[in-house]
């Protein structure tokens, strides 16, 4: 089981920037690939981006691709995302994502964040 923990969400002007965290717990947690998807109002959620275990590779959705940029940290278990140039309608709830192995691609784990609120204002 990996519980994973987000933080850094808030508001932001449209242009601005913004960096998440996300902390997974575990044993297993850096064999795990680990990203973020997101969830607007009324709309269903979808990816944004994935790191593969072992840092074996980082995948983005086209819409965020040269705009926010996915990392691990030192010690596998977490993944921060930075993302600049953000528009209003990337307000969303961010959720972090995780599930084991090394993937190729965005991929859906089945382990997820309680989410944080990001709010791009006009």
């Known amino acids: 089981q990996v519980q994973l923990v987000e933080s850094g969400g808030g508001l932001v002007q449209a242009g601005g920037s913004l960096r998440l965290s996300c902390t997974a717990s575990g044993r297993t947690a850096i064999t795990y690939h680990m990203g973020w998807f997101r969830q607007a109002p009324g709309k269903d959620r979808e990816p944004v981006a994935t790191?593969?275990?072992?840092?074996?590779?980082?995948y983005y959705a086209d819409s965020v691709k040269g705009r926010f940029t996915i990392s691990r940290g030192n010690a596998k278990n977490t993944v921060d995302r930075q993302m600049d140039s953000l528009k209003p309608e990337e307000t969303a709830v961010y959720y972090c994502?995780?599930?084991?192995?090394?993937?190729?691609?965005?991929?859906?784990?089945?382990?997820w964040g309680r989410g944080t609120q990001v709010t791009v204002s006009s």
């Open positions: 994502n995780a599930g084991p192995g090394v993937v190729p691609r965005i991929t859906r784990g089945p382990y």
């Open positions: 790191s593969s275990a072992n840092g074996a590779g980082s």
